[in-house]
């Protein structure tokens, strides 16, 4: 099992920006990345970033959010920029081992963080 911890979030008007960090500890992870669930609707994946540095984004998110990582200190930041009220969410981070990252249905995150409000007002 591996431990989440995040920080970040909070309230912002449309068009503003808010940065997201997680930590991880427990085993060491090949993926880190957020997935957000808005109110009556799934979870849905944001960002995800491996190891190797490669990149998966939600087409929703393309060209405002970024997602980093420092792997030394095992933490990874969701940058996001011209925030819009559609991003307003509860945002999970998680991380997994294995090869596999990004998003898709053979892909399964079962380690998660508590979560944070982004809320995004209009």
């Known amino acids: 099992q591996v431990r989440l911890e995040e920080s970040g979030g909070g309230s912002v008007q449309a068009g503003g920006s808010l940065r997201l960090s997680c930590r991880s500890s427990g085993y060491a992870t090949n993926c880190m990345g957020w997935f957000r669930q808005a109110p009556g609707k799934e979870r849905e994946g944001v960002a995800v970033?491996?190891?190797?540095?490669?990149?998966w984004y939600a087409d929703s998110v393309k060209g405002r959010f970024t997602i980093t990582q420092d792997y030394s200190k095992r933490e990874a930041y969701l940058e996001m920029n011209n925030l819009q009220s559609d991003d307003t969410a509860v945002y999970y981070c998680?991380?997994?081992?294995?090869?596999?990252?990004?998003?898709?249905?053979?892909?399964?995150?079962?380690?998660w963080g508590q979560g944070t409000q982004v809320t995004v007002s209009s």
């Open positions: 970033i491996q190891a190797s540095g490669s990149t």
């Open positions: 998680t991380a997994k081992g294995g090869y596999l990252c990004g998003f898709g249905p053979d892909i399964r995150y079962l380690d």
